[in-house]
């Protein structure tokens, strides 16, 4: 995997606080939107911007090249090997030079202070989900079609419920928990995100919810972009079902949870 940056250099060994990981596949029109969000921030913490380009084809490498006038942090990484933004993601913590992994996606927008509200909150727990806005980038049609998860707390799902779960969209790690759970499972499609959270947890992590930590989300455009991701999220659904039922009777019989389903 190679770096497509000009900020290679003598530096790049010096361990940093954070590094924000965005997942990016033909972004060159809202990633813009994000890596200006992202100069924003009001922070005098050491961090730095990974944009993870899995495969694009219409010039999101350029975007970034392009932001390092007035982001000079950031930087991006031919991530393409294995398509996907769970690899893609896995891909930037391998190189990322934070103590502390932020993600969030290249078509939402992070609030000012977005940074520094997940780096204080992973002094108390060792993953960390934020609050997802969703009325300032969509219209009221979009709002009123589907659910909006995460903007007054952490999600559940089945079937372990008792263990909450988050978004990889506004989701932050210590980078040694993540590379010690193995980071993203990529064998699946959908809800990685999910089986990060339940795998960290049943790992001694605590999930907590940060509300200062605000990202504001950008929904699917069109009904098929919308049918798609639930059409996903099912998918994703069924194959929890399959990994977790195990770790969910041993829950429920008062047992330890032990590890999911290879």
Do not use: K
């Not at 890596?35 to 922070?43: F, M, P």
């Not at 060792?126 to 219209?139: H, K, P």
């Not at 919308?226 to 399959?242: E, K, N, P, V, Y």
Request: aromatic fraction near 4%; charge should be positive.
């Amino acid at each position: 995997m190679g770096e497509r940056s000009a900020s290679a250099g003598a530096g790049e060994a010096t361990p940093l606080d954070v590094t924000v990981v965005i997942a990016a596949r033909d972004a060159a029109r809202t990633l813009p939107h994000q890596l200006r969000a992202l100069a924003a921030q009001r922070t005098r913490c050491r961090w730095e911007v990974l944009v993870a380009d899995n495969g694009s084809t219409d010039g999101t490498a350029r975007v970034v090249e392009r932001a390092r006038a007035w982001l000079p942090r950031v930087r991006v990484l031919d991530a393409a090997a294995v398509r996907g933004a769970g690899a893609a993601r896995n891909a930037a913590a391998e190189v990322a030079r934070g103590d502390a992994l932020l993600f969030c996606d290249a078509d939402d927008v992070v609030d000012p202070g977005w940074v520094d509200a997940m780096r204080g909150a992973l002094r108390r727990s060792d993953l960390v989900a934020g609050r997802l806005e969703w009325e300032r980038l969509n219209d009221a049609a979009a709002l009123a079609s589907r659910a909006l998860p995460q903007d007054d707390g952490l999600q559940s799902s089945e079937p372990l419920p008792a263990l909450p779960c988050a978004s990889a969209s506004n989701l932050a790690i210590r980078r040694d928990r993540f590379r010690r759970l193995g980071g993203f499972d990529t064998g699946a499609r959908y809800l990685q995100d999910t089986d990060l959270c339940w795998r960290a947890q049943l790992d001694g992590a605590h999930l907590a919810f940060e509300p200062a930590a605000v990202v504001h989300m950008r929904l699917r455009a069109n009904l098929r972009g919308a049918w798609r991701q639930g059409r996903g999220s099912g998918m994703g659904q069924r194959w929890l079902a399959a990994r977790y039922g195990r770790v969910a009777a041993s829950l429920a019989d008062g047992a330890p949870g032990g590890a999911p389903a290879a």
